[in-house]
């Protein structure tokens, strides 16, 4: 995937503090949209659950 095209994309991986739901997610997914012009894709890790995509952003993504 060319990440300098227009239609290119934010991923987020986020541990909050306290488990968040679903519509907290869509929410915040939409403020960071709305503020920076761009598709955000967020990716969640409440603690609750073990998925592959957790180990893979936290070994290939920038700590911000």
Known sequence: VDE???DSDIDLYVEPKKIIGA???AHARRIL???LEIKV???VN???VRLPIFD???RT???L
């Open 61 to 63: 993504g920038v700590l």
């Open 56 to 58: 893979i952003a936290k």
């Open 23 to 25: 519509l907290q997610i």
């Open 46 to 48: 409440n603690g609750n």
């Open 4 to 6: 300098t095209k227009k």
């Open 41 to 43: 894709d967020l990716v």
């Open 33 to 35: 949209e709305d503020a």
